[in-house]
């Protein structure tokens, strides 16, 4: 019987859109399930969001929207951020869908009935009174103060006295600790099993399972005058996702006889290693296997937090390095249990070293000289020297690293040991300089070496592949796969000889071009990138003052040429007209519009913008369109005006 598999992330808020703390949770999530997926188990990949509660409802007064909208704009956000970063989700929970919703409703209707082993009901009414702080969702006690503030939202907490439901968490902890000290619930690293442990010999409280005051969320069927708290309906969706409630069957297959592990930040420990399991053992469900804590990190040293404006959104990686080079940033900049920095200077250099120059070098100079020396088809191999067994037995060697690693969730480990046969594969070629093998007319070792490059390539690709699903499969197209090859798997990852002599290769272009250090730091890109965009794209009404809004700069700008930027697929290079001023323009654009198509148009530009470095090429303003889903349009006039006209 294959194992199946599932993994899933939190459930994110949509009080806003996603930025780079869930962006890294997600990928390697996403890293998880390409590999148990490459393993030839069956895999299931959840992953959503989190939409009733009074977070939601706040922000969506602020904007004037309903929650129901502030819910949908933002689950776009998340929606596209998650393509843009490739993100193989299998299946996408929102707290809001109707399945989910009546999934609850079961949930609490058989909660309310359950009884204790003492026979005490499980649901009991009480009254709560406690400081709320609206930023964590949850009631905090005065000594969690900084200052009379939330140390974590930096905003004053609310005292509210309500009546509420209770659920009898006192009932579950022996039990929990038991299944917790033998590792029936596994949580990970051992630290944070130690924290939950810790927390099990505190006097825990019975928690809260319904707000009077919150009207977005799901009513109680017992007691419709309140709804369910915004943690007992998010954490069910781990099997409401699963059929809990619809489909019997699914619901088995996957939580009763799949391999469950949460992947969650240390920010929500409690809720996870104690809260929903607890809740589980009441409605006399299994347990996940396993609870994976992970750390947090802080950008520069300083917690990330819109007050602080150090926001950083996934889209600028996306966009500064590329869909894989900003998973592989994000994933590598410490291990991903511990906390960390994020040191935006370090990203450039990481980039360059470890994707540029390793790995983009070794694809590109094995199937340049494959192109040159063998005439572009791979060679045959004849007699392996030791040199060259050394290097087959590490790379045949290393799937069985690379996958312990990540069963056991150390990622980095696994990205460290792929990044070990790249450099060794460089190493090796550098030793076997095929181009002196050419010059001394070798060619029976030459066609050897090359050979045993490209197969410890598609080893390579097949590794990599997880971390970096498009690269990986560029590289696999260029070494003439294709079909259901394309897709690597950790069984063809042991084996040498896949690769047939005779294959036609392509030459490659840069994979990943080198970056140069731009100076300008993607956190500020990224913030300005924020507001525009939301401007941009979306109607919520962010207050701008007239005066502030006549400070902009808007002009007619007359397109003279337009070429694309190498190694960027979606910008463009623009030479533009505003009056007798000629300017240069970085637009990203090119998936919608050829450079042909651009040359003559007469556009809208922000003409007062200071000037920014997109790949290495200043650009000098920026151009106006809309977009709606996958549609961009370009923002023109319908009467022919002078360019340089000022747009007021
Ligand atoms: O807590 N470093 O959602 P959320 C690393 N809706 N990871 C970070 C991070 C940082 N600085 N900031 C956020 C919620 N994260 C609830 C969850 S689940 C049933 C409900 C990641 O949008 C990390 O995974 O606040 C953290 O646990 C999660 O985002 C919190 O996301």
Redesign the pocket.
């Known amino acids: 019987m294959t194992t199946r598999f599932m993994v899933t992330?939190?459930?994110?808020?949509v009080n806003d859109r996603p930025?780079?703390?869930?962006a890294?949770?997600t990928i390697a999530a996403d890293v998880l399930a390409r590999f148990h997926r490459m393993a030839g188990e069956e895999t299931f990949f959840l992953t959503g969001t989190?939409e009733h509660g009074s977070k939601v409802e706040e922000k969506a007064k602020k904007l004037g929207m309903t929650p129901r909208e502030l819910c949908d704009l933002n689950v776009g956000y998340f929606k596209r951020a998650w393509e843009s970063l490739n993100i193989s989700y299998d299946y996408f929970v929102r707290t809001t869908d109707v399945r989910h919703e009546k999934a609850i409703v079961r949930l609490l209707d058989r909660l309310y009935k359950a009884r204790t082993k003492n026979g005490e009901e499980v649901i009991y009414q009480g009254e709560y009174s406690g400081l709320y702080c609206l930023g964590c969702?949850k009631f905090i006690t005065e000594k969690d103060l900084v200052n009379g503030l939330c140390p974590d939202h930096q905003q004053e907490p609310k005292r509210i006295t309500e009546k509420n439901y209770f659920f009898r968490l006192s009932s579950y902890l022996k039990q929990l600790e038991d299944l917790i000290r033998r590792d029936e619930l596994m949580i990970t690293p051992e630290e944070k099993k130690r924290e939950t442990l810790g927390l099990l010999k505190q006097e825990l409280e019975d928690f809260s399972i319904s707000r009077e005051k919150v009207s977005w969320g799901i009513p109680l069927p017992f007691d419709p005058s309140q709804n369910a708290y915004?943690?007992v309906d998010?954490?069910p969706?781990?099997i409401s996702a699963v059929g809990y409630g619809d489909d019997p069957e699914q619901f088995k297959k996957w939580w009763k006889e799949g391999k469950v592990i949460h992947?969650?930040?240390?920010?929500?420990l409690k809720?996870?290693t104690i809260f929903?399991p607890s809740m589980l053992l009441a409605l006399g469900e299994a347990l996940p296997n396993q609870i994976f804590v992970?750390?947090?990190?802080?950008i520069n040293g300083q917690?990330?937090s819109k007050t602080l404006g150090n926001v950083i959104y996934p889209e600028t990686y996306v966009e500064l390095y590329g869909s894989d080079g900003a998973r592989y940033l994000l994933l590598t900049q410490f291990p991903f249990g511990q906390d960390g920095d994020i040191q935006e200077e370090r990203f450039v250099e990481k980039y360059n070293a470890d994707l540029a120059n390793d790995l983009g070098n070794l694809v590109s100079r094995t199937l340049k000289m494959v192109g040159s020396y063998c005439d572009g088809t791979i060679p045959q191999a004849s007699v392996y020297e030791s040199s060259d067994e050394n290097l087959i037995r590490e790379a045949t060697g290393c799937s069985d690293l690379v996958w312990w690693h990540i069963q056991e969730i150390s990622i980095n480990q696994a990205i460290d040991q792929i990044m070990k046969l790249v450099r060794s594969t460089n190493r090796y070629i550098e030793n076997q300089a095929p181009w002196t093998l050419v010059k001394n007319n070798n060619m029976e070792r030459l066609q050897t070496v090359l050979y045993v490059s490209c197969e410890t390539l598609r080893i390579i690709s097949a590794l990599f592949y997880p971390v970096l699903p498009q690269k990986c499969t560029r590289i696999r197209e260029l070494l003439g796969f294709s079909g259901e090859d394309m897709i690597p798997t950790l069984n063809e990852a042991n084996q040498w000889g896949r690769l047939k002599s005779g294959t036609k290769v392509s030459i490659p272009e840069s994979l990943f071009p080198r970056l140069e250090k731009t100076g300008k730091s993607a956190i500020k890109v990224g913030y300005e990138k924020s507001k525009e965009a939301v401007v941009e794209e979306s109607n919520i009404p962010l207050e701008v003052s007239y005066d502030e809004f006549s400070k902009i700069d808007f002009r007619v700008a007359e397109v003279k040429s337009a070429e694309k930027v190498k190694g960027a697929d979606k910008l463009l290079k623009l030479k533009i007209e505003i009056g007798t001023e000629e300017r240069e323009i970085v637009a990203g654009v090119a998936e919608h519009y050829t450079p042909e198509e651009m040359v003559g148009k007469k556009i809208v530009v922000v003409a007062n913008l200071q000037p920014a470095k997109i790949r290495g090429i200043e650009s000098n303003g920026m151009l106006l369109a809309a977009r709606d889903g996958n549609i961009l349009s370009l923002v023109c006039l319908d009467k022919d005006v002078k360019g340089g006209s000022k747009i007021s």
């Open positions: 992330t939190p459930i994110y808020y930025h780079i703390g869930q890294r949770t989190d969702e915004v943690w998010a954490l969706n781990y992947l969650i930040g240390k920010d929500i809720f996870h929903w992970h750390g947090f990190f802080t917690k990330m």
